[in-house]
């Protein structure tokens, strides 16, 4: 209906198993390594993948 698609999914859970946890951190910090971009992983929602979202993930994760 002219609106954006978003990718479906659990945010913060990069490795798409549904639960959001330490290998999500993992994955975060080698995307942010190599330069890639995974809106799954943008938790500030800012266009960007940085130490920002990786401590952001952390608080979520330590608040289940």
């Known amino acids: ?3 954006s698609c ?4 659990l945010l913060g ?5 549904g ?4 290998m999500d951190i993992v994955l975060s ?3 942010i390594l190599h330069a890639e971009y ?3 992983g943008d938790m500030d929602g800012d266009g960007q ?3 920002v979202d990786i401590v952001q993930l952390v608080n979520l994760i330590l608040t289940f």
């Open 19 to 22: 639960v959001v946890n330490v």
């Open 49 to 51: 993948l940085n130490i």
């Open 6 to 9: 978003v990718a479906a999914g």
């Open 29 to 31: 910090a080698d995307l």
């Open 13 to 17: 859970d990069l490795s798409g198993d």
């Open 38 to 40: 995974d809106q799954m």
């Open 1 to 3: 209906g002219g609106g």
